[in-house]
Every structure is written in structure tokens, then in C-alpha cells.
């Protein structure tokens, strides 16, 4: 069913044709699609009133120890549910994403290898960033703390809250998401936003610990798009207020070979000089 908006949200898709004012104007990116918003039919808001933890499992198809670090992300999952947000990033670089007769899906994309140089490599796979903390020098943690650094974020109080209403236009295979960043806190550094959009239930090959090959294993949230690039768009500025918001849309056209069912839109707020995440949200894009 079609859903009120929020009036900021119905401000800015007033902005977006050309109606009235909006607090921010994204840029335009190279995945910039043109919306039918005549054809979105929202889904509910989501609001956020806890702190999140965003987990980046950079991962291969070939790499058997890998499977390891999944289970503790979906132990993390049973735990605490949406509070936990997983990123499974597949590179090539890594020497363990590589498509062959045996592994024949390519889950590698340009944002991947982007997210592994940037932010990497890490010595050896498993590994992964949690809450992209300790970076330049420490960010790398080991899938065996994973669920303890988890506990500690979580822990915490959030320093800022999204508030996100996800839309979909069939026709167009497009996947809409609204959202407003509220800084829980006053922020000394400027803060960015990223997006990223992944999928689940991939099933492909995957090496396993005892060197067979489960050619039933499902892949779970394989990073597919990041709509405005991997480090995203400038939020709040430095010496912002508690209370201060960012608010906009993104969106991208999903290819036909996505299982649209099983896509989700990841909203990710990190501090634009430490690059520690604040606050992460994930929301089905259908």
C-alpha cells in the first residue's frame, strides 16, 4: 500500500520536482536513474532509537575459512536482530572471488575492489572492519572478536538516529529510500553518509572449512551497488549541534538479474576524518 510521507520527506520529493524547498540536493552520481515518483508506493517508516553495528566481512567464494565468520554473524543476528548490520564485501584482489568452472558466480564489483583498497587490504581472509574503528592503523579484526567488539558498540548510546521510508517502483525495477540523519549528539567533525545495496539468498559454491565444496550455500548480504559511491555524500558539518539533520533521497535501478525480493538498501553515518561509523540501517528495498 501507498504510505503518508513524513512531511520533511514530502518536502524533498516536492524539491526533487521542482514544487518547493529541501534541506539538501544530492549530486548527481553515474548510477543517477530518473524516478517515476508518480509509480513508488512506500513502504513504513523506519525509526531508529537505538545504537547499531555496522560489520564489514570481506569474504570469498574460494576462501574455506570464510563460512566461519558467517556464523558468527548469524549468531549476531539471533542476538540482536536489525541492531547488527553485515556488509559482505567480495574483491578480487583478495585471490578469493575468482569465477571459474567450479565457483562460476561473480560476486566482485567495481565497489568491492573500491572498499578493499581504500580501506585495505586486510592480512588474509576471513577479516573485517567492525564499525570501521581503529582505522588506519587497527582496523582489521579477526571474525573471533567480532561478536565482542559487537557488544561493546551496541553498548553505547547512539551519537545519531536514521529515519528512513523505502519505495519501490516496479515498472521500473526502481528501489527508492528517503532518509534523515539526526546527530543524537554535537559533532566536532563533519559527518558523511554512504549507501550501499546488497543481496541475499545467492545460491553459488562456497569452499568450506574441511576443504568440500556445498554447491547449496547461500550467500548472504553480497555488496551489489553503492548508488553514490563508496564513501558517499557530505551530511552534517563540522561543529554541529545535537539535533542537527540531514535529510534526502537516493535511488538505483535494479538489474534483472537481482532477485528484488531479497535486496536491501544499507544507510551507513561515519565520521568524515576517523571514518568510525555512528549509525547504520538496513530496510528491505521491496
Known amino acids: 500500500m501507498r504510505n503518508k510521507l513524513p512531511t520533511w520527506a514530502a518536502a524533498c520529493l516536492l524539491a526533487v520536482l521542482g514544487i518547493s524547498g529541501c534541506d ?24 531508529q532509537t537505538e545504537s547499531t553495528v555496522y560489520i564489514e566481512d570481506f569474504t570469498g567464494h574460494t576462501c574455506k575459512n570464510c563460512p566461519k565468520a558467517t556464523k558468527v554473524l548469524v549468531k549476531l543476528d539471533s542476538l540482536y536482530g536489525d541492531r547488527v548490520v553485515p556488509l559482505a564485501i567480495h574483491a578480487r ?14 560476486f566482485s564489483t567495481p565497489e568491492s575492489e573500491s572498499l578493499w583498497n581504500y580501506f ?30 559487537a557488544v561493546d558498540f551496541l553498548a553505547e548510546a547512539p551519537q545519531a538516529l536514521f529515519e528512513v521510508i523505502p519505495g519501490w517502483n516496479a515498472d521500473g525495477r526502481q528501489a527508492v529510500l528517503q532518509y534523515r540523519l539526526t546527530a543524537a549528539s554535537a559533532r566536532t567533525n563533519p559527518v558523511h553518509v554512504a549507501f550501499y545495496l546488497t543481496e541475499s539468498g545467492i545460491v553459488s559454491p562456497q569452499l568450506m572449512p ?9 550467500h548472504n548480504h553480497v555488496l551489489r551497488a553503492a548508488p553514490k559511491g563508496i564513501l558517499g555524500l557530505s551530511a552534517l558539518p563540522a561543529n554541529s549541534v545535537a539535533g542537527g539533520t540531514f535529510s534526502g533521497w537516493v535511488a538505483y535501478e535494479l538489474p534483472g538479474g537481482w532477485n528484488a525480493n531479497r535486496v536491501d538498501w544499507i544507510a551507513v553515518a561515519y565520521d568524515a576524518v576517523t571514518y568510525e561509523v555512528l549509525q547504520a540501517v538496513a530496510v528491505p528495498a521491496l
Not at 24 to 47: G, H, L, M
Request: hydrophobic share 25%; charged share 20%; proline share 8%.
Open 24 to 47: 539538501t540536493v544530492d549530486q548527481p552520481f553515474k548510477n543517477a536513474i530518473n524516478v517515476d515518483w508518480a509509480s513508488v508506493v512506500y513502504r513504513d517508516t523506519v525509526r
Open 120 to 149: 585495505g587490504p586486510p592480512i588474509g581472509l576471513p577479516n573485517g572492519m567492525v564499525q570501521r574503528a581503529d582505522y588506519p592503523t587497527n582496523q582489521w579484526k579477526s571474525y573471533t572478536t567480532w561478536q565482542t567488539r
Open 93 to 106: 584482489s583478495s585471490g578469493f572471488s575468482n569465477v571459474d568452472t567450479s565457483y562460476p558466480t561473480d
Open 210 to 218: 574441511d576443504n568440500t565444496r556445498n554447491r547449496t550455500y547461500a
